[in-house]
């Protein structure tokens, strides 16, 4: 992942065995009347987790248990801090659904035996997906290793939250044959999303409680030169949430990183101990980013 990515289509990550030397996706509006839309001619390291994966801190390293993966095809390496902090061994873990998916890099790679690894030293909620990231990926998680072989598919801005028909298999035969697989998918655009709001604070001023957090970018936001991070958004605007559990007590739309909740709409709305307040950035494109969230104590 280099930030130069097609914002809007997925990435598609495909292993055999054996390998055909081609892999072929064609898509339709329905099932049937498919037309290609891409091939792809490297095999992916693809592969399962063995063991729990536990929520960490972002911009830290991860040295808790080592993580071990089952992988159906590929190996892996360990690389030196610096070829980590340069972005190597980056790879995605999820559920295998489109959009649920966190992105971590891991600097040591240990074969244990066979197919298995076991993966530690790791950098998590890499490239704005630390909001993604769960209390604990369980045992069975999908992971893809980000090293060029997954590819983008063609997908179309009309095309974007709409479900279509999507044809997978060698290249070398029709979509046809039934070596093909068959999936129905909408994709939402994730590089649209905005990145989860950091820091956000709660504090009580004369009754009233002042919420306010730091913004972040999905481009160009490495430099530190910079007074304040590029917006790459349309224009800067938050979503702010006041939720007891699932029930959403207050939500207000703001265009500044602050806000302050009054006593008279605290008392109106319920607010009190085990309530949370949460943040998100819009993107006029995407709509709310991830939340972050604050609970009150």
């Given at each position: 992942?280099?930030?130069?990515?097609d914002?809007?289509?997925?990435?598609?990550a495909?292993?055999?065995?054996?390998w055909?030397?081609?892999?072929?996706?064609?898509?339709?509006?329905?099932?049937?009347?498919?037309?290609?839309?891409?091939?792809?001619?490297?095999?992916?390291?693809i592969?399962?987790?063995?063991?729990?994966?536990?929520?960490?801190?972002?911009?830290?390293?991860?040295?808790g248990a080592?993580?071990?993966?089952?992988?159906?095809?590929?190996?892996?390496?360990?690389?030196?801090?610096?070829?980590?902090?340069?972005?190597?061994?980056?790879?995605?873990?999820g559920?295998?659904?489109?959009?649920?998916?966190?992105?971590?890099?891991?600097?040591?790679?240990t074969?244990?035996?066979g197919?298995?690894?076991?993966?530690?030293?790791?950098?998590?909620?890499?490239?704005?997906?630390?909001g993604?990231?769960?209390a604990?990926?369980?045992?069975?998680?999908?992971?893809?290793?980000?090293n060029?072989?997954?590819?983008?598919?063609?997908?179309t801005?009309?095309?974007?939250?709409?479900?279509?028909?999507?044809?997978?298999?060698?290249?070398?035969?029709?979509?046809?044959?039934?070596?093909?697989?068959?999936?129905?998918?909408?994709?939402?655009g994730?590089?649209?999303?905005?990145?989860?709001?950091?820091?956000?604070?709660?504090?009580?001023v004369?009754?009233?409680?002042?919420?306010?957090?730091?913004?972040?970018?999905?481009?160009?936001?490495?430099?530190?030169?910079?007074?304040?991070v590029?917006?790459?958004?349309d224009?800067?605007?938050y979503l702010?949430r006041?939720?007891?559990?699932?029930?959403?007590?207050?939500?207000e739309?703001?265009?500044?990183?602050n806000?302050?909740?009054?006593?008279?709409?605290?008392?109106?709305?319920?607010?009190?101990?085990?309530?949370?307040v949460e943040?998100a950035?819009i993107?006029?494109?995407?709509g709310?980013?991830?939340?972050a969230?604050?609970?009150?104590?």
């Amino acid at each position: 992942m280099t930030g130069s990515e097609d914002p809007i289509a997925p990435h598609v990550a495909v292993s055999s065995d054996p390998w055909p030397g081609s892999v072929a996706v064609y898509d339709a509006a329905q099932d049937d009347g498919y037309g290609l839309n891409s091939v792809l001619y490297e095999r992916a390291v693809i592969g399962v987790t063995e063991t729990d994966l536990s929520a960490a801190q972002v911009g830290l390293m991860d040295r808790g248990a080592p993580l071990e993966v089952n992988l159906s095809s590929g190996t892996l390496e360990s690389v030196s801090e610096e070829q980590l902090l340069a972005g190597a061994n980056l790879m995605a873990i999820g559920d295998g659904s489109p959009g649920n998916w966190e992105l971590f890099q891991f600097q040591q790679a240990t074969l244990l035996d066979g197919n298995r690894w076991q993966l530690s030293q790791r950098l998590r909620g890499q490239a704005g997906t630390d909001g993604a990231m769960p209390a604990v990926w369980p045992a069975g998680s999908k992971v893809v290793l980000m090293n060029g072989a997954p590819q983008q598919i063609d997908l179309t801005s009309a095309n974007r939250r709409v479900a279509r028909h999507y044809r997978i298999g060698p290249g070398d035969r029709p979509y046809s044959d039934p070596t093909y697989s068959h999936a129905i998918h909408a994709f939402d655009g994730n590089g649209l999303r905005p990145y989860r709001p950091a820091h956000v604070r709660l504090v009580d001023v004369g009754g009233d409680l002042q919420v306010s957090w730091i913004r972040r970018t999905r481009l160009d936001g490495d430099s530190w030169e910079l007074y304040e991070v590029p917006l790459s958004e349309d224009s800067e605007s938050y979503l702010v949430r006041v939720k007891n559990g699932a029930q959403v007590l207050r939500e207000e739309q703001v265009s500044s990183p602050n806000w302050t909740y009054v006593a008279a709409d605290q008392a109106a709305d319920g607010y009190g101990l085990g309530c949370t307040v949460e943040v998100a950035q819009i993107s006029a494109q995407y709509g709310p980013g991830l939340f972050a969230e604050a609970e009150v104590f």
